[in-house]
């Protein structure tokens, strides 16, 4: 008996789907595409960053003498993107890149 007084008091408890205007549907709709759009902007960024450290790395490795010429500007770019507040998303390639630069 307490049993079915709490089933019916919970189902009375449950929420009630929200049913979107179609002006607000229009309006959610039209948000989440801007988000998927920022973070496809966002992971393209990183992606050449990424590819940047990568190709930073190579170069150096190659032990190039022309190399040298450019070590400390690279050196000062890849400290300008630690310096970032997004640097975090690239932080592992970032310090590497910085380390392998300055031991050579």
């Not at 959610?28 to 759009?37: A, G, W």
């Not at 170069?59 to 507040?85: C, F, G, W």
Request: net charge positive; aromatic share 6%.
């Amino acid at each position: 008996m307490w049993e079915a007084e709490l089933r019916e008091s919970l189902a009375r408890k449950k929420p009630v789907a929200a049913q979107l205007s179609k002006q607000d549907r229009q309006a959610y709709e039209k948000q989440l595409t801007k988000e998927s759009e920022v973070r496809a902007q966002v992971s393209a960024a990183l992606g050449r960053l990424r590819r940047g450290f990568e190709l930073s790395l190579c170069l150096v490795n190659s032990k190039t003498e022309l190399i040298t010429e450019y070590l400390a500007r690279m050196v000062n770019h890849v400290l300008t993107v630690i310096q970032m507040q997004p640097a975090t998303l690239v932080a592992e390639e970032a310090f590497a890149t910085y380390l392998v630069c300055c031991s050579h």
